[in-house]
T-cell receptor, first 112, second 113 residues
Framework: IAGITQAPTSQILAAGRRMTLRCTQD?????MYWYRQDLGLGLRLIHY???????GKGEVPDGYSVSRANTDDFPLTLASAVPSQTSVYFC???????????FGPGTRLTVL | EDKVVQSPLSLVVHEGDTVTLNCSYE??????LLWYKQEKKAPTFLFML????IEKKSGRLSSILDKKELFSILNITATQTGDSAVYLC?????????????FGQGTILTVHP
């Protein structure tokens, strides 16, 4: 692994289903983030984690949850997907919360 | 509410042209401004600016920040087709305990051969 990986690359999901988007980084970065990108709205922060064991809410956290059990992994869970969660999801990391953020390749999620 | 506005929203040029992309912001407790280039997938980091008047350069790309007038510009000289991308500006607000980035809508740059 080099950098940040996300899985799956894309997914079509029925409304009401539970889904976990995976994010793994091998750079030993302390801080990790989840964004969604929508046309006309740009990138918006969903949740963040400054260090393993801690998480916080970003700008649009409703309907999403995260966990940070270790430094490398930061999964994003949609407990019961809705069509408005159709988006491209990017995971990002930075050495610490005040450094520049580096982005993963993204997951394209469609909720029908 | 923090706000970042980029202009123009889209730009079409020919190879060899020079372009200037603009980013203005209104952010509480400004900490830094970042530029990213987004091609088909992930945004890739270009520059981080924290001090006014100091130009950052990387090859044909350069950027400068004006903290008094609350804007930044990204210049690309001698453009190439590989410069075609969406350029994103983001501003980090201070006074928080996390990397709170507010992104602009992006500028779509298309460079024709």
């Amino acid at each position: 692994i080099a950098g940040i990986t996300q899985a799956p690359t894309s997914q079509i999901l029925a409304a009401g289903r539970r889904m976990t988007l995976r994010c793994t980084q091998d750079m030993r970065h302390n801080a990790m983030y989840w964004y969604r990108q929508d046309l006309g709205l740009g990138l918006r922060l969903i949740h963040y984690s400054n260090t393993a064991g801690t998480t916080g809410k970003g700008e649009v956290p409703d309907g999403y949850s995260v966990s940070r059990a270790n430094t490398d992994d930061f999964p994003l869970t949609l407990a019961s997907a809705v069509p408005s969660q159709t988006s491209v999801y990017f995971c990002a990391s930075s050495p610490d919360w005040y450094n520049e953020q580096f982005f993963g390749p993204g997951t394209r999620l469609t909720v029908l | 509410e923090d706000k970042v506005v980029q202009s123009p929203l889209s730009l079409v040029v020919h190879e060899g042209d020079t372009v200037t992309l603009n980013c203005s912001y209104e952010v509480t407790n400004f900490r830094s401004l970042l530029w990213y280039k987004q091609e088909k997938k992930a945004p890739t980091f270009l520059f981080m600016l924290t001090s006014s008047g100091i130009e950052k350069k990387s090859g044909r790309l350069s950027s400068i920040l004006d903290k008094k007038e609350l804007f930044s510009i990204l210049n690309i000289t001698a453009t190439q087709t590989g410069d075609s991308a969406v350029y994103l500006c983001a501003v980090e607000a201070g006074g928080t305990s996390y990397g709170k980035l507010t992104f602009g809508q992006g500028t779509i740059l298309t460079v024709h051969p």
